[in-house]
């Protein structure tokens, strides 16, 4: 089966942890394993990931270095993110086929452009937190001295706020596709991939913008043909009810019934919201099944014997 499978932040850095590279290589590997497994059983995997904690650790030092070299914006930081996170799962995949004699499935890692509409509403709500937090005397100097947004965060101090668009296509699909067809892994669109807007002369254009990872990774399963969309995180199961006393685990739901759950107002935005909403496009669109997982019960999740299976009906 050909499976596009999203990592969450936390495959990457964990809640806590200080984002040190020797922790980030270590969850990195503890993901690798996962797919790997997926892979020795005989499946086509397709890779994408989150960036949060990366992009924002890019953010600050470019803050704080910018007495001494110049700020880039957010499309080049997301590159950083998506350059730096695709070498640390390159290089463990690699060494992970090598040690178990894996042959043909060299990971092959994108650098992926996600075109999004520039009429989209998003970029008159910019929504999405970035960076530091800062005092309200900077971030309103910011908003005097630049085109930035920032909000004060729940009393936690100001923060900015970028538009989060919705992904529309993967530019550099072709490429990917013809990678998959070699049979090599392919890891793409990461972070949510760089967000781009097509000008009315058809060019191309880097926007100060953030891709929810889970939407884009619905736009690139349907841009491979995937058979089968997973999004592995840190909980087991999507849950109705969540962290109530009534709260319960779903199993095997179906397409219309999740749709109900999402119109309750189960699954917070942010967090789960986006989850499902990919998943439910992915069936929607005609996928045979997504999954929601925890990372560590990935093959599992693909046999359909873990996480909450969401199938068309
Ligand atoms: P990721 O980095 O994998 O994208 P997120 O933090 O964005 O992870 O989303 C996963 C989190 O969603 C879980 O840790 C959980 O706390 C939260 N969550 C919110 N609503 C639900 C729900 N209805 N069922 C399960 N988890 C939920
Ligand atoms: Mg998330």
Known sequence: MRVLTALGGNAILQRGQRGTVAEQRENVQRAVDQLVRMIAAGHQVVVTHGNGPQVGAILI?????????????????????????GYMLCQSF???LLARGITGKDPACILTRVEVDPSDPAFAHPTKPVGPFSTEERARARMAETKETWVDDAGRGWRRVVPSPDPQ????????VALIEKGFTVIASGGGGIPVIRKPDGMYEGVEAVIDKDLAGHCL?????ADLFIILTDVPKVAVHYNTPDQ?????????EMEAFEREGHFKAGSMGPKVKAALRFVRGGGERAVIASLDEALEALEGRAGTQIVGG
């Open 61 to 85: 030092q470019n803050e704080l270095g910018s007495v001494s070299v110049p700020s880039m914006p957010m499309d080049i930081c997301d590159a950083e993110s998506e350059g730096f996170i």
């Open 94 to 96: 690699q060494n992970t």
């Open 169 to 176: 296509a993967i530019v550099e699909r072709d490429v990917i």
């Open 221 to 225: 399963a349907e841009a491979v043909h």
């Open 248 to 256: 319960r685990w779903l199993d095997r739901v179906t397409l219309l």
